[in-house]
């Protein structure tokens, strides 16, 4: 029954991670890399595309939870000590796929960029700096290093920043089964999701934003989309709204999209404190939709690049800014700058450059890291 809905709504969740691959992607090329020179063509509304993050946010909160109540179904117990007694070997194993799902490619990253500071830096304290990051993560706080750093444009040079969401879901990844585990009924779990996301989502955040001027990388503007994730899962669980018009979700799918992709672009990047709900809203409502009807984001021309790109989104997103750097260090000091390239042209051979090795160090982390690890986590469970 569980592998027919994981059908149900694979490919299309598979297509959302690849289309919020490509927005954080342009991200950060937008932010410290090749195209940058494209500020001047494209609109304000298409460049500062952060929405994507928040996708991320609600399929891991929606798949996670889905995963953790097939897990959980037959648990057993009258008090939360007695259900996680039945229970523990799952917990545990549930920690053990969240860690090498994350850390041997993290650590990967991680050994490549203290390579590249050592040869291109001479800074000890940046690069002990970067040997706490595994750390951080696991214990979810590496996001606050990362505004730290970000605050002194010490960040730049090591590639490590996209890793700061890791820290945010971490925290979700050590606590979200124990708060399951808490209640027994689905119904009690489900209140406490909507509450939860409803909580930080229209008042926790904007009161930070107004009072403390919280930015991107803190927990309490992110956690939302998890929450209000998961409580979709036990939507879907139910089989709530699954006979919905195809065509209308198809429109309203492509609405979203775009409100994810160019919302952010509109406005000041602290000009509004309710300003990030509409991506947030928008992005859990997407993969709802993607979860509920089948082809509630398939785009024929581009869907089968999108299925690639979210199958190696985890690996695309980790390798990307570190291989950019590189590419953006090496040719600026060797090759720039050539008397025969206009500079236009110039960056926009160096953005082929990183498009193409990003696709192949992220194929070669995908099939040698990621495959592996997951058939290792697979037969450690049998």
């Not at 830096?121 to 990051?133: K, L, P, S, T, Y």
């Not at 709530?240 to 195809?246: L, R, T």
Request: aromatic fraction near 18%.
């Amino acid at each position: 029954m569980m592998m027919d809905k994981k059908k149900f709504f694979f490919d299309d969740l598979e297509s959302l991670r690849g289309f919020a691959c490509i927005l954080v992607f342009l991200q950060h090329m937008l932010w410290i890399c090749p195209l940058r020179f494209l500020h001047n063509i494209v609109p304000r509304s298409l460049s500062n595309c952060t929405g994507g993050v928040g996708v991320f946010f609600a399929i891991s909160g929606f798949v996670v939870t889905l995963s953790l109540l097939n897990k959980f179904r037959s648990s057993s117990g009258e008090s939360f000590l007695e259900r996680l007694q039945s229970k523990r070997s799952t917990v545990f194993s549930f920690y053990k796929t969240r860690f090498f799902r994350i850390f041997p490619v993290l650590m990967l990253v991680v050994l490549g960029t203290v390579l590249f500071l050592e040869l291109t830096e001479n800074d000890a304290g940046f690069c002990a700096f970067i040997f706490r990051v595994p750390a951080e993560i696991l214990f979810g706080v590496y996001n606050y290093s990362v505004g730290a750093y970000v605050s002194v444009e010490k960040i730049h040079p090591c590639g490590l920043g996209p890793f700061w969401t890791l820290a945010v879901e971490a925290q979700f990844y050590l606590l979200w089964p124990m708060a399951l585990l808490l209640f027994k009924s689905n119904n009690a779990r489900a209140l406490m999701s909507l509450g939860l996301g409803c909580m930080f989502m229209f008042v926790i955040q904007p009161l930070c934003l107004y009072f403390f001027n919280l930015d991107y990388y803190n927990h309490c503007n992110n956690l939302s989309e998890l929450f209000l994730g998961a409580f979709f899962a036990f939507i879907y669980e139910e089989g709530i709204g699954k006979d919905a018009n195809k065509t209308i979700c198809m429109v309203a799918g492509i609405f979203l999209a775009m409100m994810i992709w160019s919302y952010n672009g509109t406005i000041s990047e602290r000009g509004a404190f309710f300003s990030r709900i509409v991506p947030s809203l928008s992005s859990v409502l997407l993969v709802a939709l993607c979860a509920f009807v089948r082809g509630s984001f398939r785009i024929p021309l581009l869907d089968g690049l999108l299925q690639y790109l979210g199958s190696r989104s985890y690996s695309l997103y980790a390798v990307q800014l570190l291989i950019a750097n590189i590419v953006v260090y090496y040719t600026n000091s060797i090759y720039f700058p050539k008397e025969s390239l206009s500079e236009y042209d110039f960056y926009l051979y160096q953005l082929i450059i990183v498009i193409v090795l990003v696709l192949v160090v992220a194929e070669l982390s995908y099939r040698f890291m990621e495959k592996p690890m997951r058939r290792f986590v697979s037969k450690s469970k049998e």
